[in-house]
């Protein structure tokens, strides 16, 4: 079981950019990113959760909302072992709760994930 905790949330205006982090961390001696898949997930307020971007423990990236293709972009340091999401010229539709989730596989169904962190707020407001 990993344990994530996500940052980098916030308000910010229309256009403006944020890049938000995952760190995971592990009892188990050697962890390392590799073997896992990160997702991001976003809840937007009176929806459901939807999944965003994957990263896997290869490096493969996957977009999964049109939405957001050319303005987020998915990246993991692994000495750090924290996955970031970079997301730029952010629109108010991309207003929500980011939650950033643990497994062996990516996957846009959030079912498909064990481990998850408490969610970072992002709001996109003028």
């Known amino acids: 079981q990993l344990q994530l905790v996500e940052s980098g949330g916030g308000l910010v205006q229309p256009g403006g950019s944020l890049r938000l982090s995952c760190n995971a961390a592990?009892?188990?001696?050697?962890?390392?990113?590799?073997?896992?898949?990160i997702g991001w997930f976003r809840q937007a307020p009176g929806k459901e959760r939807e999944g965003i971007s994957c990263?896997?423990?290869?490096?493969?990236?996957?977009v999964y909302k049109d939405s957001v293709k050319g303005r987020f972009t998915i990246s993991k340091d692994k000495a750090k072992n924290t996955v970031y999401l970079q997301m730029n010229n952010l629109k108010p539709e991309d207003t929500g709760v980011y939650y950033c989730?643990?497994?062996?596989?990516?996957?846009?169904?959030?079912?498909?994930?064990?481990?998850w962190g408490q969610g970072t707020q992002v709001t996109v407001s003028s």
């Open positions: 989730a643990a497994d062996n596989i990516c996957s846009k169904r959030e079912y498909s994930f064990e481990d």
């Open positions: 592990s009892g188990f001696t050697g962890f390392t990113l590799d073997y896992y898949a």
């Open positions: 990263i896997s423990g290869r490096g493969e990236r996957f």
